[in-house]
């Protein structure tokens, strides 16, 4: 029944040795690309997410009539400074720190009162309100250094606008 002939039996332990060498070596050269597609795919998310941080708080601010109390600075200060940051456990923005510091990021919202004869000094908040004739909203978004990303670093944004009477 048998003829002896080896040569259709299939591949030798040898042929599959090398051919699994040959596949390790492509695929740990191909390795880092995987790992740095995926620290890209991160940072474009953080990205995304910073902006969309500070697009909505300042959307938000925007949409408030001139004269909102949210937008008054106090009597004797230059600047209203409102302050957030996001708790990544509760998926909630406050205003108190969050305990164990677990916030991932954090929004810093000023408000400057300034009049049409002076765009470089802002008014003090107790000016009269007939002088102020623009508002500016700067709006910071950044990421919290206190808590470690092992695929790279935290974005930061900046955005401002002037509100006009």
Known sequence: MGNGNRSNAGFSVIEVLIAAGIFLIIAVGLLP???QSI???LSGREATDVSNMGKSRLEEYFQLPFDSARLDVPDGQT???VSDSYNFVA???TTT???GD?????RSTRVRLFGINDLEEPLDGDTDPSYVHLKEIRVEVAGNRSVG???GGRNELVLQMLKAK
Do not use: D, G, Q, S
């Not at 677990?102 to 954090?106: D, E, H, K, P, S």
């Open 33 to 35: 690309l995987f790992v």
């Open 39 to 41: 620290r890209n795919n």
């Open 79 to 81: 600047e209203l400074v």
């Open 91 to 93: 998926h909630t923005w």
């Open 97 to 99: 720190p969050p305990i």
């Open 102 to 106: 677990y916030a991932i990021w954090r």
């Open 149 to 151: 990303n092992p695929l």
